[in-house]
């Protein structure tokens, strides 16, 4: 169990699974740039908190719930999470089942790390109210539907174990070396990550070194 002062947010593991080297110049270095992407993000986030509790449909729809888990030592704040009234029968008691949704500007992306942040607040959904959490969704900007999401056995393993390498990454504090990707194109980090310029230096010297075989051959 974490203490306290050892809790990491539940964004830092979307992160850490989108790109380790963002994950540490945010979560290690205290580094954040903003661009066009991260700001549309922010605003949709902020219209979700401000549109406050609600019933419909016989659910209630809770929004800016505080999420904390001791045992993944995680903490955050979810977007959405409904629960659906009387939606199961223990011990002749009626129980709400947590059911979170996850709201993302953009389409839905080809890595887990959406998924693991959404069954990560389901863990700690699980952890603070004692009910078991089976599914939640991710509501998507771009195709404007949400993704029903299973937090299967598969998906609980996967995030438990990213959890505790996220712990060992932040302790050891050191930020990885930059490698060019597609996805970096849209990261707002680009120009101070600078990632293609990083590559190209390690290639010069790669190149300079070759030469300087070359020239000792001769």
């Known amino acids: 169990m974490f203490e306290e002062q050892d809790l990491l947010p539940l964004s830092a593991l979307q992160h850490f699974v989108f790109c380790r080297r963002q994950c540490a110049l945010i979560h290690i270095e205290g ?5 066009r992407f991260t700001a549309e993000g922010r605003l949709m986030h ?3 908190d401000n549109e406050g509790p609600e019933y419909r449909d016989g659910i209630r729809i809770e929004r800016g719930i505080p999420l904390v888990s001791r045992r993944l030592g995680l903490i955050g704040k979810s977007d959405v999470v409904e629960f659906p009234a009387l939606s199961t029968e223990l011990d002749g008691k009626a129980h709400e089942v947590p059911f979170p949704v996850e709201y993302k500007r953009g389409r839905p992306k080809p890595d887990h790390s959406d998924l ?3 069954t990560a607040q389901a863990l700690c959904l ?3 109210t004692g009910e078991q959490v089976a599914e939640g969704a991710i509501f998507y900007g771009k195709p404007r539907r949400r993704m029903q999401v ?3 056995d598969a998906l609980r393993n996967e995030t438990e174990n990213l959890a505790e390498e996220l712990h060992r990454f932040v302790e050891e504090g050191k930020t990885p070396a930059a490698a060019y990707e ?3 194109e849209k990261c707002s980090f680009l120009d101070i990550c600078m990632p293609k310029t ?3 230096k390690r290639n010069v010297g790669r190149y300079v070194r070759m030469l300087a075989s070359q020239i000792e051959d001769d």
């Open 31 to 35: 580094l954040w740039v903003e661009n």
């Open 46 to 48: 902020r219209k979700v």
């Open 116 to 118: 693991v942040q959404l």
């Open 126 to 128: 699980e952890e603070m």
């Open 150 to 152: 299973l937090v299967d």
């Open 182 to 184: 597609k996805k970096c």
């Open 198 to 200: 990083c590559n190209a």
